[in-house]
């Protein structure tokens, strides 16, 4: 069993077809693990980046769910569905020929559209969702028939590069905070432009670290195991080449080794001081987090000021 050996991370490519959540099931069963967590979901019809967090990495859900995104998506003008998107059993709730939107629109009101929606904006999550309003996933209440009042959420959309044009297609990649729905994005950007939107398709590429052209399907991962197994060799050996490990999320933050007899106050979580650390100094860092080691060399926590004191406090322990 590799429970205690796989601590980390793992840049998954999901395909479309299935679930984040059966992703990480089919996952399961590959590595034979049960403490495997995903870190964004991603719609069944989606496919892309979805990194997946391992043993003591699962620890790292909520921070990597904080990092920006990047998607390549495909806009398809003059339709508008229940589901925002072309997905199987979506209900069409408008159309609008070909010819009229080629009247109607043309490539430079696209850029100057999408453009208006670059910087800080207010997003209403869709019905078919997974945001929950008094108990229930939206999913649950539209599949239901059932349409309720939702919150919008401030949103923050970084980037939106149009890469193609053949109308009534357009191809954009946008780069944008946590919580961003890209078929929401797909029907405001068509609804401004007066002949509605859907979203056709979508890979998502980047999040924060994680990138599409480093990342495995599970299929691959699962042959080269079996291959592995079959040939004699030790099966986990590529998995466990591809796991980064948990310090690998804070490589930009500085690094602080404390001595032999300080270790037992950082395994305990306590607060450290210079002279607790091989530096002699606390160091300062460009956004709070310090990676502590112990004495050994072992990633241990990551480590915050602690204000007024000189000292420094566990932001998160690893243990």
Known sequence: MPENTLNGMLDVCKERGYTSNDAVAKLRGILHMKKIGHTGTLDPEAEGVLPVCLCNGTKLVS??????????????????TDTQDLAPGAKMLSSVPDE???????????????????????????????????????????REGKTVERAARTIRIYEIEITDIDLPRVTMRVRCSKGTYIRTLCNDIGERL???????????????????????????LEERMK????????????????????????????????????????RNGNALAGADLTEGRVPESADGRIRVY??????????????????????????
């Open 63 to 80: 921070l990597i769910e904080d990092t920006d995104k990047e998607y390549s998506a495909v806009l398809r003008l003059g339709i508008t």
């Open 100 to 142: 009229e939107v080629l009247r109607k629109v043309t490539p430079e009101m696209v850029r100057q559209t999408a453009g208006m929606f670059v910087g800080e904006i207010s997003q209403v999550p869709p019905m078919y969702s997974a945001v929950r309003v008094n108990g229930k996933r939206l999913y649950e209440l539209a």
């Open 194 to 220: 007066g002949v509605g939107g859907v979203m056709e398709h979508l890979v998502r590429t980047r999040v924060g670290m994680f990138r599409l052209e480093n990342a495995v399907t599970l299929g691959e």
């Open 227 to 266: 291959r592995a197994e079959a040939e004699g060799k030790e099966k986990y050996a590529y998995v466990r080449s591809l796991v980064q490990p948990v310090e690998a999320f804070f490589s930009e933050c500085p690094a602080v080794r404390t001595l032999k007899e300080s270790d037992v106050h950082l």
């Open 294 to 319: 112990d004495s050994q060399g072992v990633f241990t926590a990551v480590y915050g000021p602690e204000p007024g004191s000189g000292k420094i406090r566990p932001v998160k322990m690893f243990l």
